[in-house]
């Protein structure tokens, strides 16, 4: 850099630091230049001077700090087991659920039950999203039952006090507490009968519109238009059901039900389930049909849209979210005051009095959470399948069933005379 010496009496109009230091580096890099204009005011009360740098650089960013690092190193270890119990969790809430059969029913009231739910909590998915607070919670018993014993062995020095508590308020707050808990799972599991119920109408709907498509329309001349109503109204729980649980493959779950060309046009609906009852309304006005069997059919139509009004309202509107959020801050705010109160009692027995008491009040409040969406609870996957295995009986046996019965009445007709006195 070479100095240059001017007069301080004369100002200097415009002054330019230029520096073109490239590292030295094995690879060849490709330079980026960046100017940095910085305007500073003159100290001989004239025009502002500019300092130009040029700096190049290559396309390789510079590394980290370690103090930047170190950081997202201990956030990453923060969020690890969290993000862990929110992938068993969700993981848990995608798994199929089955319908109780004889064999089941035999086995939930079996006398083991308890010693097989206690040798399958490792496995739970509710016990397991809790091993983020109910370790956090411990683990801060622990610090404060070593704290106080630190302080009581004269460990540290005599202005530390012995953090301690009346156990007056935990007293009078715990009948507060225990109420949100069964308020909470109260809401959630009106919310869970509520998609039963309206699930079961949906069921039941779509097998006595199918019973009603199979004994009505004749084949004789609606053979193909039949068939694919019936499609129809197999395919319209599986549209409902994809809609209702996130993460399902529409067109794997439909593509044993429908057609290649109706599947295309559901797929490309925004609202798949209300597409597949427009198929449902515009085939029944092409079947040929009295009007009063039509409309009797149609009106099946209307227990749909209110299936889907309801499971809708359940998906969108959650639980007031300030009753959630005041539950989980009472819960927290209570765990950690909780060493305190019962130091003077149980001293290092605060930290199994403060694990217990974590894992079963979070646990109850992990349930009202999980079932206050109640479609993933629901064995849908089986009620559907089950809806198909319906129709598709009764589709074999409708024709079985009217030679039965065109047999039955041909013989009757063959045993009395038309006088009515039977033949010899």
């Not at 983020?132 to 070593?146: D, E, H, K, L, R």
């Not at 057609?259 to 609202?271: C, G, R």
């Not at 009753?323 to 199994?352: E, K």
Request: aromatic share 8%; with cysteine; charged share 20%.
């Amino acid at each position: 850099m070479t100095q240059t010496t001017t007069n301080p009496i004369k100002p200097i109009s415009n002054i330019s630091l230029s520096s073109n230091f490239t590292p030295k580096t094995f690879l060849k890099p490709h330079p980026t230049t960046t100017t940095t204009t910085t305007t500073l005011p003159s100290i001989f009360n004239s025009k502002p001077k500019t300092l130009s740098f040029k700096i190049h650089s290559s396309s390789n960013s510079p590394p980290p700090s370690s103090s930047s690092s170190d950081t997202e190193f201990l956030i990453s270890i923060l969020h690890a087991i969290p993000d862990w119990a929110d992938h068993v969790k969700e993981r848990g809430m995608r798994k199929k659920r089955t319908l109780y059969d004889h064999e089941k029913w035999i086995q939930h009231r079996s006398s083991l039950r308890h010693w097989r739910h206690v040798s399958s909590s490792l496995s739970s998915r509710v016990i397991l999203s809790l091993v983020p607070p109910v370790i956090t919670f411990t683990s801060f018993a622990a610090m404060i039952a070593g704290y106080n014993s630190a302080v009581s062995l004269h460990w540290l020095p005599g202005f530390f006090p012995v953090l301690r508590a009346s156990t007056l308020p935990y007293q009078l707050t715990a009948p507060a507490l225990a109420l949100l808990l069964v308020f909470r799972t109260e809401a959630s599991y009106s919310r869970f009968e509520e998609g039963r119920k309206a699930w079961m109408k949906v069921i039941a709907g779509t097998n006595d519109l199918a019973r009603q498509v199979i004994s009505g329309v004749e084949n004789s001349v609606n053979a193909p238009l039949k068939k694919a109503l019936l499609q129809y109204i197999m395919a319209f729980p599986v549209a409902l059901k994809c809609h209702l649980i996130y993460g399902l493959d529409v067109r794997q779950e439909l593509q044993n039900v429908l057609e290649v060309d109706d599947l295309a046009i559901v797929l490309n609906s925004k609202h798949r389930p209300r597409c597949i009852i427009e198929f449902i309304s515009q085939s029944l006005q092409m079947l040929k049909l009295e009007e009063s069997r039509r409309n009797a059919l149609e009106s099946k139509i209307s227990g749909f849209h209110e299936g889907i009004g309801v499971c809708e309202q359940l998906l969108g509107i959650p639980i007031p979210l300030s009753y959630t959020r005041l539950t989980s801050r009472f819960l927290v705010l209570w765990h950690l005051t909780l060493p305190i109160i019962l130091w003077d009692d149980c001293h290092w027995i605060v930290i199994p009095a403060t694990f217990m008491s974590a894992a079963s009040l979070f646990c109850i409040e992990e349930v009202g959470v999980l079932i206050e969406e109640p479609f993933p609870m629901l064995a849908l996957d089986e009620l559907c399948k089950l809806v198909h295995n319906n129709i598709q009986e009764a589709i074999a046996t409708d024709k079985i069933i009217q030679a039965q019965l065109t047999a039955k009445m041909r013989s009757h007709s063959k045993e009395h005379s038309p006088n009515g006195r039977p033949t010899s």
